[in-house]
């Protein structure tokens, strides 16, 4: 089955220590999404992948990085993580940019920040 | 801006029971409205979308009418089971240009046996 996948699903890093969050899809899409949840709330936009144009979202702050090495692997680096990072991280592909088209959501990795 | 507005959670039904989550938007234009669902520990799944007014979205028994006279979306089913307890999420896309989705804060949903 066509898929968006996530690795690892759960990611534990200690405050300062970068780590690197890992999405990959076998949809062939054209864009890929890194969202950021905090509990109990709607998943907030951090930046995007057209192809390979990113598009950061004025408020993600520059602690937060992303490659796109080749359409199917996207990878979200977090350069020195605070207690304020701890979230589920969640990677969607949409095929194209019209609105009609809906976002594929992975599992997400829940990371915890020590 | 673009925004939507849900009901607040949680929403506590018995099996069997109607469902209904409301759901109401502001944007400009024509938008594309969908219904995502958050299982526990999971990330979102598309449930159902509406991409043109009077249209109707429906899936495993959820169904949702794009009204644009009242700008809403609202989420019904008929006949709920504890196994569709989960996080909903109503949301749009504008228009024009980007496809962002703008989210609503979600709603849980609890169905007891």
């Known amino acids: 089955d066509a898929m968006v996948i996530q690795n690892p699903r759960y990611q534990v890093t200690q405050f300062g220590k970068p780590v690197t969050l890992s999405c990959s899809q076998t949809?062939?899409?054209?864009?890929m999404y890194w969202y950021q949840q905090k509990s109990s709330q709607a998943p907030k936009l951090l930046f995007h992948?057209?192809?390979?144009?990113?598009?950061n979202e004025a408020d993600t702050p520059d602690n937060f990085q992303s490659r796109r090495p080749n359409t199917s692997f996207c990878f979200l680096d977090i350069r020195s993580p605070g207690l304020g990072d701890a979230a589920m991280y969640l990677c969607?592909?949409?095929?194209?940019?019209?609105?009609?088209?809906?976002?594929?959501f992975g599992p997400g990795t829940r990371l915890t920040v020590t | 801006g673009n925004s939507v507005t849900q009901m607040e959670g949680p929403v506590t039904l018995s099996e069997e029971a109607f469902l209904t989550i409301n759901c109401t938007y502001t944007?400009?234009?024509?938008?594309?409205l969908f219904w995502y669902v958050q299982y526990p520990g999971e990330g979102l799944q598309l449930l159902l979308k509406?991409?043109?007014?009077?249209d109707k979205g429906s899936n495993k028994g959820f169904e949702a009418t794009y009204r644009k006279e009242t700008t809403s979306f609202h989420l019904e089913k008929g006949s709920v089971q504890v196994s569709d307890s989960a996080v909903y999420f109503c949301?749009?896309?504008?228009?024009?240009?980007?496809?962002?989705?703008?989210f609503g804060t979600g709603t849980r949903l609890l169905v007891s046996p």
């Open positions: 949301a749009l896309t504008r228009n024009t240009g980007f496809q962002k989705l703008v």
């Open positions: 969607a592909t949409s095929r194209n940019m019209e609105r009609t088209y809906e976002q594929y």
């Open positions: 949809l062939n899409h054209n864009v």
């Open positions: 944007a400009t234009g024509y938008p594309s």
């Open positions: 509406a991409t043109k007014a009077d």
């Open positions: 992948y057209y192809d390979k144009d990113f598009n």
